[in-house]
């Protein structure tokens, strides 16, 4: 079995910062482009950040020059989302998401249980 599980959410005042970390685990052959997504009450799930295995980065413009998206040299199954001058339209639900190739060879799609991120204004 292969899973996600997200942690580093909490509540921040605007302007603060919070790291928030996603680890893959279980039968893993190899790992290929991981993301974050979040949600927000009422509205739809959006793509935050992007990373390859390559290390290639995107980012959403709304995030562009505040999030920074890493994967851990040392165990390519992490995955981070450094989020900084954080502010209150980034409130919502945070979901890591990972492309895995299992010990099977099967490729599919990975979601994460979520963590929250609360930014008080």
């Known amino acids: 079995q292969v899973q996600l599980v997200e942690s580093g959410g909490g509540l921040v005042e605007a302007g603060g910062s919070l790291r928030l970390s996603c680890a893959a685990s279980?039968?893993?052959?190899?790992?290929?482009?991981m993301k974050w997504y979040r949600q927000a009450p009422g509205k739809q799930r959006e793509l935050v950040a992007g990373i390859t295995s390559g290390g290639s980065t995107n980012y959403a413009d709304p995030v562009k020059g505040r999030f920074t998206i890493s994967r851990d040299n040392a165990n390519k199954n992490m995955v981070y989302l450094q989020m900084n001058s954080l502010k209150a339209e980034d409130t919502a639900v945070y979901y890591c998401?990972?492309?895995?190739?299992?010990?099977?060879?099967?490729?599919?799609?990975?979601w994460g249980q979520g963590t929250q991120v609360t930014v008080s204004s």
């Open positions: 998401n990972a492309n895995i190739v299992d010990s099977r060879g099967t490729t599919r799609l990975y």
């Open positions: 279980g039968s893993i052959f190899s790992i290929n482009n």
